[in-house]
């Protein structure tokens, strides 16, 4: 596709399930980023991978949270023991590579609701 | 003080009327701004950026940026029902490689 594909777009859970959310970059990207979307709120950064390294997780809110891109292609953003607070719009991007100019479309996002 | 700040509106126009958006920043070091258009259930979509002081016009969109007053505005002109949306500013700061959004402004044209 010519796009960021996530997936699912929407996933439903428990609180205290684990849930795992995919992004497929745009083929060549080296660079992908994971931003978190509350209700009302504007899109908060979450982590940037430059290949298969984290460059910057600094907005990962706590150890519940972790992502991987093992083989610098997708990305899996992995939520442990899920909370309530969690629940929402959970976006990824992809870029031919970072700097302040690179800004590329996010995917469709995955709506992840936690009851 | 939040780095971006945006007035979360509702901001009502009538079609066709000019619809002004703006935007305030905190960190004097951003060198880029961005404003996304985001549809309710939709993911935000990139409609204008800017890097320089001045104005950018495309299309039916203008942004405007003001550098020593820390601030950057999006003017829509001839209003269509179909802008109504929640229009989000964006920003990088110096050396970064993630953008900072405000919380958005909602816009509703009325017939």
């Known amino acids: 596709g010519a796009g960021v594909s996530q997936t699912p777009s929407n996933k439903v859970t428990e609180k205290g399930k684990y849930v795992e959310l995919r992004c497929d970059p745009i083929?060549?990207?080296?660079?992908l980023y994971w931003y978190r979307q509350s209700l009302g709120q504007g899109p908060e950064f979450l982590i940037y991978?430059?290949?298969?390294?984290?460059?910057?997780d600094s907005g990962l809110p706590n150890d519940r949270f972790f992502a991987v891109r093992p083989e610098g292609s997708v990305s899996t953003l992995k939520i442990q023991r899920t909370e309530r607070g969690d629940s929402a719009m959970y976006l990824c991007?992809?870029?031919?590579?970072?700097?302040?100019?690179?800004?590329?479309?996010f995917g469709s996002g995955t709506q992840l609701s936690v009851l | 003080q939040k780095e971006v700040e945006q007035n979360s509106g509702p901001l009502s126009v009538p079609e066709g009327a000019i619809a002004s958006l703006n935007c305030t920043y905190s960190?004097?070091?951003?060198?880029?701004f961005f404003w996304y258009r985001q549809y309710s259930g939709k993911s935000p979509e990139l409609i204008m950026s800017?890097?320089?002081?001045g104005d950018k016009e495309d299309g039916r969109f203008t942004a405007q940026l003001n550098k020593a007053s820390q601030y950057v505005s999006l003017l829509i002109r001839d209003s269509q029902p179909s802008d109504s949306a929640t229009y989000l500013c964006?920003?990088?700061?110096?050396?970064?490689?993630?953008?900072?959004f405000g919380t958005g402004t909602q816009l509703k044209v009325e017939l």
């Open positions: 991007a992809s870029s031919p590579g970072g700097g302040p100019k690179a800004v590329w479309p």
């Open positions: 083929s060549g990207h080296t660079a």
């Open positions: 991978f430059q290949g298969t390294g984290a460059a910057d």
């Open positions: 960190d004097r070091g951003s060198q880029s």
């Open positions: 800017i890097y320089s002081n």
């Open positions: 964006a920003l990088h700061t110096g050396g970064g490689n993630k953008l900072t």
